[in-house]
């Protein structure tokens, strides 16, 4: 576990952290540090994420067709799994696909939190220079952690951050869920809903991520929230252009209304 800790702090932890401080040398400001380095990593990763958002698009435009095998093959889950596998392949669709790219954002949101974290709550100039790898970034002084009416180092005295943190995660999550029409109509043909699992947890998850974005909002350094606060903007944004185009364009529904 400790060798892992370590290849991970080399190889992206200890750049990460490098980087904020280049970006801190050229604006002097920690906050518009924190949020430059937040929309570059962001922006790095629109190759990986984009196509994950529309994986999930594509999903639902398949909804339809999926429902139809389902109830084809209701009592048989072997044939109902390998016919799903099959419209899948025709779509040119792999549901796992997402998850390796979901797992490389969380990775790097891990060290990004890892980075904030640090030079926020940096007590000695010593924590702060010792991993730099250019003379010309280390620090005579401390870092000045104040940014706009709260300390970057403490958590933010009237929540504002925190709250806002919570609302945008909450219409990133209605966003995503405002093409599922035919999710929803599917789910309401059950009285209690209980058989749609997708759709129920599509629901949990729109209440529950933003009010977990409040809580640890509210506890953590406001640096750490700042960064929550522009990442979800950054996703409100790629989320609005991804799903924007009109999901009865795609192919499968195309082939239906034939």
């Not at 922006?43 to 698009?57: D, E, F, G, S």
Request: glycine fraction near 4%.
């Amino acid at each position: 576990m400790e060798l892992i800790k370590e290849f991970f702090n080399l190889i992206l932890t200890v750049p990460l952290y490098n980087l904020t401080m280049f970006l801190y040398f050229l604006t002097g400001n920690l906050g518009l540090s924190i949020i430059l380095l937040t929309v570059l990593i962001k922006a790095i990763l629109v190759p990986a994420t984009n196509p994950q958002l529309r994986t999930m698009k594509k999903q639902q435009a398949l909804k339809p067709e999926l429902d139809k095998i389902k109830k084809k093959y209701k009592d048989d889950k072997k044939k109902q799994a390998e016919a799903q596998m099959t419209l899948f392949k025709e779509h040119g669709l792999n549901p796992g696909s997402g998850c390796i790219t979901m797992f490389a954002t969380i990775v790097v949101m891990l060290a990004l939190y890892t980075v904030i974290r640090k030079i926020a709550l940096a007590t000695d100039i010593d924590q702060i220079n010792q991993t730099l790898y250019f003379e010309a970034l280390k620090v005579t002084e401390g870092i000045k952690t104040s940014f706009l009416w709260f300390d970057l180092s403490k958590p933010d005295p009237f929540y504002v951050l925190a709250v806002v943190s919570g609302i945008v995660q909450f219409i990133v999550s209605k966003m995503t869920m405002s093409f599922n029409k035919s999710g929803e109509a599917a789910a309401k043909e059950t009285p209690d809903r209980k058989d749609d699992i997708a759709y129920n947890i599509q629901q949990q998850m729109l209440y529950t991520m933003p009010i977990f974005n409040v809580v640890i909002g509210i506890s953590l350094p406001a640096g750490v929230v700042l960064y929550l606060v522009v990442s979800t903007v950054f996703s409100a944004f790629q989320t609005y252009f991804v799903l924007r185009e009109d999901i009865s364009t795609m192919p499968v529904l195309k082939k239906e209304k034939k």
